[in-house]
C-alpha cells in the first residue's frame, strides 16, 4: 500500500510526465525554438537590467549568453562592446567595434565609438585619422567635431585643432565647449611659438659662439708660440 509520502511523489512525476508529453510530444512543432529564442531574448532582458545598474560584469556574461541567438547576435555583440567602454575596459571595447566593423564598414556610429575608444586608448594618431573620416565622408556631427578637437589638442597639433574649432564656431556655434577650445588652443599656439623664437635666437648665437671660440683658440696658440720662443 502506498503511504502519504509516496502518493504525493507519484502524483509528481505524474505531472512531469504529463507536462513532458505535453510540450515535447511531436504535435508540437517548433516548440523548442520558441522556447529558446524566449530563454535568449530574456537573457537580453536580464543583462540591459544588470547595465542600467552598472553591473557591467554581469551585463556582459548575459549579452554574451543572449548573443548566441542569431536573431541577437549583432545587437548583443554591440552592447557587449559599448559595456566594456562604460566599464572603460577600452581594449576590449576596441576588438568589439572592430568585429562588428568588419561586418558594416560604413556605420557611422560604430566608427565614432572606435575613435573614441582609440584616444581613451592613447592612440591619438589613429584616433585622429578615423575623426577625419567620420567629417570627410559623413554628415557633420557635433560630438565627432568635439571630441576630434580634443584628439588634436592632447597630440599638440594647435593649428588643425585651431581650423577645425572654426568649423565648430561656424557649424555648431551653441556649443559650449568653444570657449575652453579658443583658450587652450591659444595657449598651445602661444607656447610653441615661444619655443619656436628660442630655438631661432639659440641658432642664431650659435655662429658668433664657434668664432669666438675660433678667436680665443688662436690667441692660445699664439701666446704658445710667444712662450716657446721665449723658451728658446
Known amino acids: 500500500m502506498f503511504n502519504c509520502f509516496q502518493w504525493i511523489i507519484a502524483c509528481c512525476v505524474a505531472g512531469v ?29 536580464v543583462a540591459d537590467a544588470y547595465l542600467e545598474n552598472k ?6 556574461e548575459f549579452y554574451t549568453k543572449a548573443s548566441v541567438n542569431k536573431n541577437l547576435t549583432d545587437l548583443a555583440e554591440y552592447k557587449i562592446a559599448y559595456t ?20 558594416e564598414p560604413d556605420n557611422f556610429s560604430l566608427r565614432s565609438s572606435l575613435a573614441y575608444v582609440y584616444a581613451r586608448q592613447g592612440y591619438g594618431d589613429l584616433a585622429a585619422q578615423e575623426y577625419e573620416v567620420l567629417l570627410r565622408d559623413y554628415d557633420w556631427d557635433q560630438s565627432v567635431l568635439e571630441n576630434y578637437i580634443v584628439v588634436l589638442n592632447s597630440l599638440e597639433h594647435y593649428e588643425l585643432a585651431e581650423e577645425k574649432l572654426s568649423l565648430l564656431e561656424e557649424f555648431f556655434p551653441e556649443s559650449n565647449k568653444i570657449e575652453s577650445f ?36 688662436d690667441k692660445n696658440s699664439d701666446t704658445d708660440k710667444a712662450d716657446h720662443q721665449d723658451g728658446n
Not at 504535435?27 to 537573457?43: A, F, K, Q, W
Request: proline share 2%; aromatic share 10%.
Open 55 to 60: 553591473n557591467y560584469q554581469k551585463a556582459v
Open 17 to 45: 510526465l504529463c507536462f513532458s508529453c505535453g510540450t515535447t510530444g511531436p504535435t508540437v512543432i517548433g516548440e523548442r525554438n520558441r522556447i529558446y529564442e524566449n530563454i535568449t531574448s530574456e537573457y537580453f532582458l
Open 84 to 103: 566594456y567602454a562604460l566599464w572603460e575596459k577600452w581594449d576590449e571595447a576596441a576588438t568589439g567595434y572592430k568585429k562588428l566593423l568588419d561586418k
Open 182 to 217: 579658443r583658450e587652450s588652443i591659444d595657449k598651445g599656439l602661444e607656447a610653441q611659438q615661444q619655443v619656436a623664437e628660442e630655438k631661432d635666437g639659440t641658432e642664431s648665437e650659435s655662429p658668433n659662439d664657434g668664432e669666438n671660440n675660433t678667436s680665443d683658440t
